[in-house]
Each structure stands twice: as structure tokens, then as C-alpha cells.
């Protein structure tokens, strides 16, 4: 959908005025040939701009969550959002205290639960905060880190849960390259309005550039749901994966957190001769 967009509008309102010019006079010429020319045309540019972000979806989502800006930019945003995260915790402990009967301070406790609990956890940015608490929601209660045993989690987990994660991450995809999409038009715009002096080019790449926000802002808000439904695939597919790996799941939270953390550092463990058979040793009380 985004790359429709982003080539439909670029096509309508600024390629006429480079039309005349090469290398677009030859796609002028082509497109005047008939109608499925025309259309046939704008489907491969669509289907080559849908194809490239796709496969730079991770590049994409490593630069808004922070980890791909310069080092100096990242630290000022850190502390921004050390800033953010320390006034969240406030309205974390006021909603606890007060059972969040209160809709402005419930509101607030919602905005709260896209910020990580702890704070060596925070990110740069907001969204790398909303998919960071996503991430580590486990491991405080259940000593669970959910990203290491993900596919297994999704192996074990209802059929019906495991859509909904689908159906919440596509939504949080869709706004991520919204945002990709509306700066690569602002970016070609800003150069056609360059190359040929086009106030119509100058005002859509301003116009595709005021959309990135509430794109971002958008897959900020839509991760909360996406937390709620990888929330559901960590409770109802704890106790069916533990039995799965050959485990009896404990009775007791303590012993629980001790079985995951054991089974992740297993997973984690390195070869050969530096072996740590501590967690084997620890997963034997547990073997079903």
C-alpha cells in the first residue's frame, strides 16, 4: 500500500514536470504507446519499490529504534528519553496506588507500558522504548526472554493467538515503511523541485514530509497492541512449550524463572571446550 502511494502520487503530480527530461523522456515515450504500457509501467516500479523495502525492513526498523543513528545524536535522544521514561515510571506508581480509576491517570498508565521497566532498557527513540518493552516483558516475570525462544514460543502457542500477533506486527509494518515511503518521496520531490525549479514538487515533498510524524506516531501507538497479543503468546504458550522441550513446568514462579533462565542459557551456552554445563546440570531437576 505505501509504495502505491508513494509512486501513484509521484507519478500524478511530479513527473510531469520531468517528463521532458532524461532519462524520463524514454518512460514518457513508452508510457504513450497505450493504456496496459502505461499501467504495466507503474506496476514494475510498484512491485520494485514494494520488493526493496521488504527486504530493508530490518535496516528500516534498526534506524527508527535508534541503534543505527550516529553515536552523538543517539546519546542526546537517550537522555531525552531517560527523561520520558522517569515520568512514565511516576504515573506507573501513581495508577498502581490509586488502581487507575482515575481515565486521565489510566491514560497515562497506558502511555507508560510503551516504556521498558528497567531503565538499562530504555532506547533513543520511542519506538525502539514501545518494541523494547514488548521484548522484555517476560523476563522480570517469568525469567523468560521471549526473542530467544520466539519461533518455539509460536510453534506452541493457539492458532488464534499466534493471528493476532501476525495481524498486530502487520499493522506496526505497514506505518514503518509509511514512514520509509513518505521520505523517499520528500527526498525525490525535493530534488525535481531542484533540478526543475518546481514549486508543485516543492510543496508535495513538504507535504509527504509533514506525513512521516503521524506515520511514526502511528506505529508507536499500534505496538501497544502488538505487547497485548505477544503478551497472550507468552502465557498461553509457556506451559505446552515447556513440555514440548521435555519439561515439566514448576509450581512455584521462583523455579519457574530458574527453568527458562536455564533454558535460554543452555540455548546460549558455547561449544566445545568452553561448555558450561551448569544449565544442563540445572535442567535435570526439571526433566519430565
Same mark, same amino acid.
Given at each position: 500500500?505505501?509504495?502505491?502511494?508513494?509512486?501513484?502520487?509521484?507519478?500524478?503530480?511530479?513527473?510531469?514536470?520531468?517528463?521532458?527530461?532524461?532519462?524520463?523522456? !524514454?518512460?514518457?515515450?513508452?508510457?504513450?504507446?497505450?493504456?496496459?504500457?502505461?499501467?504495466?509501467?507503474?506496476?514494475?516500479?510498484?512491485?520494485?519499490?514494494?520488493?526493496?523495502?521488504?527486504?530493508?525492513?530490518?535496516?528500516?526498523?534498526?534506524?527508527?529504534?535508534?541503534?543505527?543513528?550516529?553515536?552523538?545524536?543517539?546519546?542526546?535522544?537517550?537522555?531525552?528519553?531517560?527523561?520520558?521514561?522517569?515520568?512514565?515510571?511516576?504515573?506507573?506508581?501513581?495508577?498502581?496506588?490509586?488502581?487507575?480509576?482515575?481515565? %486521565?491517570?489510566?491514560?497515562?498508565?497506558?502511555?507508560?507500558?510503551?516504556?521498558?521497566?528497567?531503565?538499562?532498557?530504555?532506547?533513543?527513540?520511542?519506538?525502539?522504548?514501545?518494541?523494547?518493552?514488548?521484548?522484555?516483558? !517476560? $523476563?522480570?516475570?517469568?525469567?523468560?526472554?521471549?526473542? @530467544?525462544?520466539?519461533?518455539?514460543?509460536?510453534? /506452541?502457542?493457539?492458532?488464534?493467538?499466534?493471528?493476532?500477533?501476525?495481524? @498486530?506486527?502487520?499493522?506496526?509494518?505497514?506505518?514503518?515503511?509509511?514512514?520509509?515511503?513518505?521520505?523517499?518521496?520528500?527526498?525525490? /520531490?525535493?530534488?525535481?523541485?531542484?533540478?526543475?525549479?518546481?514549486?508543485?514538487?516543492?510543496?508535495?515533498?513538504?507535504?509527504?514530509?509533514?506525513?512521516?510524524?503521524?506515520?511514526?506516531?502511528?506505529?508507536?501507538?499500534? $505496538?501497544?497492541?502488538?505487547?497485548?497479543? @505477544?503478551? !497472550?503468546?507468552?502465557?498461553?504458550?509457556?506451559?505446552?512449550?515447556? %513440555?514440548?522441550?521435555?519439561?515439566?513446568?514448576?509450581?512455584?514462579?521462583?523455579?519457574?524463572? @530458574?527453568?527458562?533462565?536455564?533454558?535460554?542459557?543452555? $540455548?546460549?551456552?558455547?561449544?566445545?571446550?568452553?561448555?558450561?554445563?551448569?544449565?544442563?546440570?540445572?535442567?535435570?531437576?526439571?526433566?519430565?
Amino acid at each position: 500500500m505505501p509504495s502505491v502511494v508513494t509512486v501513484g502520487t509521484f507519478a500524478v503530480f511530479v513527473f510531469p514536470e520531468v517528463e521532458s527530461r532524461w532519462p524520463f523522456d !524514454a518512460i514518457r515515450n513508452a508510457a504513450m504507446l497505450n493504456v496496459p504500457t502505461e499501467l504495466g509501467i507503474i506496476s514494475f516500479f510498484i512491485l520494485i519499490l514494494a520488493v526493496l523495502s521488504a527486504h530493508m525492513q530490518v535496516p528500516i526498523y534498526r534506524l527508527l529504534e535508534g541503534y543505527a543513528l550516529p553515536r552523538i545524536l543517539r546519546r542526546r535522544l537517550h537522555l531525552q528519553q531517560l527523561k520520558r521514561w522517569r515520568t512514565m515510571q511516576v504515573f506507573r506508581r501513581l495508577a498502581s496506588r490509586h488502581h487507575a480509576r482515575n481515565s %486521565e491517570l489510566l491514560l497515562k498508565f497506558e502511555q507508560s507500558l510503551l516504556y521498558p521497566d528497567n531503565r538499562d532498557d530504555v532506547q533513543p527513540t520511542r519506538l525502539g522504548n514501545a518494541l523494547r518493552a514488548m521484548e522484555t516483558y !517476560a $523476563v522480570p516475570r517469568f525469567g523468560l526472554d521471549s526473542q @530467544t525462544l520466539w519461533y518455539e514460543l509460536v510453534a /506452541c502457542a493457539p492458532a488464534r493467538v499466534v493471528k493476532d500477533v501476525e495481524e @498486530t506486527r502487520a499493522t506496526v509494518d505497514l506505518f514503518v515503511s509509511a514512514v520509509m515511503h513518505f521520505s523517499l518521496l520528500a527526498v525525490a /520531490c525535493f530534488v525535481v523541485a531542484i533540478w526543475a525549479r518546481s514549486w508543485q514538487a516543492l510543496v508535495v515533498g513538504l507535504l509527504a514530509l509533514f506525513l512521516t510524524k503521524p506515520a511514526y506516531n502511528a506505529a508507536v501507538r499500534n $505496538v501497544g497492541d502488538y505487547r497485548f497479543a @505477544t503478551q !497472550a503468546l507468552i502465557h498461553t504458550a509457556r506451559k505446552p512449550l515447556a %513440555e514440548q522441550l521435555g519439561f515439566r513446568l514448576p509450581r512455584k514462579m521462583a523455579e519457574e524463572r @530458574t527453568l527458562w533462565r536455564s533454558i535460554v542459557g543452555f $540455548v546460549y551456552h558455547r561449544q566445545g571446550d568452553d561448555f558450561d554445563s551448569s544449565y544442563a546440570e540445572e535442567l535435570d531437576r526439571f526433566r519430565a
